[in-house]
């Protein structure tokens, strides 16, 4: 069962990615060998949240960057606060 200390290496803080926010998608890089399925087993086994999808992409610099969709019921602005995000 990952962690998300073992797969995300930070979050992304750009004016896009808190714009996502918006969306109720919180943006991360993650370790390259990691899975969409691990991503969202990290995902909802620490945070407690429900996921609905996970869009990852590799960036120009080579890292590996996740969208992770929560759903409704959840509030991905106040998880990016309590996290210490914002």
Request: hydrophobic share 40%.
């Amino acid at each position: 069962m990952p962690r998300l200390r073992d797969i995300v290496i930070r979050f992304v803080k750009t004016e896009k990615a808190l714009r996502m926010l918006e969306e109720n998608k919180l943006t991360v890089i993650v370790k390259p060998e990691v899975t969409k399925r691990e991503i969202k087993e990290a995902f909802e086994n620490t945070l407690n949240v429900k996921v609905v999808k996970v869009n990852t992409l590799r960036t120009p610099k080579g890292e590996k960057k996740a969208y992770v969709k929560l759903s409704e019921e959840f509030d991905a602005t106040k998880i990016a606060e309590d996290l210490g995000i914002l």
